[in-house]
């Protein structure tokens, strides 16, 4: 059973960055791929980063390139999302997610889920 909890979400003008983090808990993190995703008021969840168990190997939503970067410690059971560039699109609540099996960028591949944090990008 992973438990995973988010913080580091804010109010940010656009171009800001915030850097995001989630903390799990349980003993099998470093067996876990670790995705990020967003919802936006109106719209539905959508995949924003992923990070494999190692770590060397990420991938991103062509939305976010360039601009997030996601990483591990797995020492400190904690993946981030560090977000650069900021723009008001950005603005939606954060989840991070767990996945036992192969990072992906569809939600159903993934087995725990935290509570999100809200970002919200001013203009």
């Known amino acids: 059973q992973v438990q995973l909890v988010e913080s580091g979400g804010g109010l940010v003008q656009a171009g800001g960055s915030l850097r995001l983090s989630c903390a799990a808990s349980g003993r099998t993190f470093s067996r876990h791929g670790m995705g990020w995703f967003r919802q936006a008021p109106g719209k539905e969840r959508e995949f924003v980063a992923a990070?494999?168990?190692?770590?060397?190997?990420?991938f991103y939503a062509d939305s976010v390139k360039g601009r997030f970067t996601i990483s591990r410690d797995n020492a400190k059971n904690t993946v981030y999302l560090q977000m650069n560039s900021l723009e008001p699109e950005d603005t939606a609540v954060y989840y991070c997610?767990?996945?036992?099996?192969?990072?992906?960028?569809?939600?159903?591949?993934?087995?725990?889920w935290g509570q999100g944090t809200q970002v919200t990008v001013s203009s």
């Open positions: 997610a767990a996945c036992a099996g192969v990072i992906s960028g569809s939600a159903d591949r993934y087995d725990y």
């Open positions: 990070i494999r168990q190692s770590g060397s190997i990420r």
